[in-house]
Structures are given as C-alpha cells and as structure tokens.
C-alpha cells in the first residue's frame, strides 16, 4: 500500500467524525454507517503496516 499524507489522513478523519455526528444528529442510519465506514478507513490508513514474515524458503 503506497504511502499517504498525514494531512489527507486527518482530513479523511475529521470528515468521518462529522459525518458520525451528523448521523447521530439526523438519526439516519444510513449517514451513521457511512461515518462508521470512513473512520475505519481513516484508522486503517494511520495504523503502521503489521511486520511481515520472515522468508521460509530459504533454509541453511
């Protein structure tokens, strides 16, 4: 995954927030899961990517 701008991450992050309070506000369901959906792309997009596995093929 290519890496993204801290800026546009926290972009992602602020509009998911007020699209969850907007949700929350309006009492849509539909606007509420659509703030849930971006938060978690936004969490995804800052959480560092998990270490990856050591080769197996290669063996002493």
Known sequence: M???RRGA???MLGT???VL???VA???GLILAGGLVLAG???QLVA???PTAPDRDHRP
């Open 48 to 50: 560092p990517a998990p």
């Open 26 to 28: 309006l009492s849509h």
């Open 9 to 11: 991450v926290w972009l």
């Open 41 to 43: 792309v936004a969490g």
């Open 2 to 4: 290519p890496p993204f």
């Open 16 to 18: 998911a927030i007020t």
């Open 21 to 23: 309070i907007a949700g």
